[in-house]
């Protein structure tokens, strides 16, 4: 007679190898191939929003770089939200938009202890823009959100507007790094990018079915947020929350690979550890706000990307963690009643079965990381030794998600800032 426990592994074994078995096939769709979008008939106005803490060492060169965009600077407004600086922030923002001919441009202090976060400080500036009788918001056709720390391809606007004319109202763009070589920490993270954009971003764009932002150099549409209360997504991951909101109401997020911004990467362990401690959180808060949501549109016409959100936000690795500890913990009790040399036998099997576990589980990341190089190796500079070295970290970077995804389950998380230090132009990144 079957353990009921036994069977009741087995059933969740096979479901869960049934609801993710696509993830191992549409990353192959953007092994070679990338979705490409008409030239736009029309060139349409961007408000560009920056909302920054203390990043007075960068926020200059992020601004220049948009000054220099191989697009029409009349239909450009910059909007800076300076979020509880201690620093010159707003005064070096405003002397670099000044060098500048935007169509417009507005400067704004918050200070707010209480409200910590990126969420609020779009809020604060959208309203700001709304309420102001110099800003003439009809005349804004969409909406471009970065991090301080960004910088701009001179035609990051020029494609993205090919995606609005196109009629997209949501679209990310391609993530790089300004300080990809400067140690295994910054390589690692940015390869994590690498792979959203690669084998995430791409093959859903060329499906036309949804993705999802990730934090910054995204576009949305005039027309999306004039049916929002301002910027109202604020858990941890504003970005996740908003992309699944979006996804549930049947709006469709794309993915604009030639529209490049660069971006600054942890450089220590703890920055990183603080940074995916709060990406982790932010998706546990997004679970339980949106799951409700996401599972009464399972029957409309947008399901799979509801479905794919789902997945995405899923508390997967700590659930598989506890099944597994009770699953054998329960065996070992069981089978210690049948002697201790059968349960020496399992105990046995189990190590062996763990330590394979291990080897196969890192060989597959290291390839994995591997690929992501060399697919990558037009747009990432890294000499061979190099991509072996990165790949050979990666697997233990990526298995640092389980302590993480542990630990945030019980441990309060609040925002905490990374510290941007690399002033490089974006002339300097692309010699």
Known sequence: KMDAV????????VTLAVLYAYKFVIPLIGLNTKK?????????TFAVLIAGRNEEKVIGNLIESIANQNYD?????????ADNCTDNTALVAKQAIEKSQFGGWGIFERFNKELV?????????LDKIKTSKEIDETKIDAFLVFDADNLLDENFIYETNKVLDAGYDISTSYRNSKNFNTNTISANSGMIFLRECRFMHTPRAILNSSTFISGTGFMVSTKILNTETGWKYTTLTEDIEFST???????????C????????????FKASWNQRMRWQKGFYQCFAKYFLFLISTFFSSHWFASYEMMLMIFPFAPITLFWSVFYYIYMGVKHLFAGVAFANSLFMNVVVG???????G??????YGLLILIVERKRVKTTFWQKIRYSLTFPIFIATYLPISIVCLFKKVKWKQIPHTDSRKIDEINK
Do not use: M, R, W
């Open 362 to 367: 890192y060989v597959a990341l290291f390839c």
């Open 354 to 360: 763990l330590i394979a576990g291990l080897i196969i």
């Open 6 to 13: 036994v069977i009741i592994k087995f059933l969740v074994s």
């Open 117 to 125: 976060g990126k969420g609020y400080a779009l809020d604060f500036l």
């Open 36 to 44: 490409k979008f008409p030239e736009a008939k029309e060139n349409h």
């Open 257 to 268: 690979d030639d529209a490049i911004f660069y971006d600054e990467q942890p450089v220590t």
């Open 73 to 81: 600077k009349s239909l450009i407004s910059v909007f800076v939200v």
């Open 245 to 255: 909101c979006q996804i549930a109401k049947g709006n469709k997020i794309t993915y």
